[in-house]
């Protein structure tokens, strides 16, 4: 991996661009979040699709910086695409709490398991 960090901007048309050492695993996770990966003569374009709205187009620059931070890449996402503050996940999956993994009783009346 590089130093220099992968970069996610919004450039001054509204496109959502990709820049700096993306190797193949990145250019995948990438992928895997929405953006499309055009060749070019010197290199690869990597852009979200245009015309899907601000908050799908945040939404989804997030969760690839999410995702590429937590493969261990440096990530330097603009701010104006965060959709959460700065080191929290933007995930819209709930997290467990501790009760959600403590074994619950047997609803009543349902018959209980008989030993032998």
């Known amino acids: 991996m ?3 960090p992968i970069r996610i901007t ?6 959502v661009d990709v820049d700096g ?8 996770v ?18 979200l699709p245009f015309d899907l709205g601000r908050a799908w187009e945040n939404e989804h620059a997030t969760w690839a ?9 440096r990530v330097d996402l603009d701010p104006d695409l965060q959709t959460a503050p700065a ?4 995930s819209s999956t709930p997290l467990r709490t501790k009760t959600a993994m403590t074994v619950q009783p ?4 349902a018959p209980g398991r008989q030993r032998r």
């Open 2 to 4: 590089s130093d220099e």
């Open 10 to 15: 919004r450039g001054q048309g509204g496109e």
């Open 21 to 28: 050492p993306v190797d193949t695993f990145a250019a995948s």
């Open 30 to 47: 990438l992928t895997r979040a929405g953006f499309d990966t055009y060749p070019q003569l010197h290199g690869v374009w990597i852009r």
């Open 65 to 73: 910086a999410d995702m590429l931070t937590a493969a261990r890449y």
């Open 87 to 90: 080191g929290r996940s933007a």
């Open 106 to 109: 047997p609803p009543a009346g």
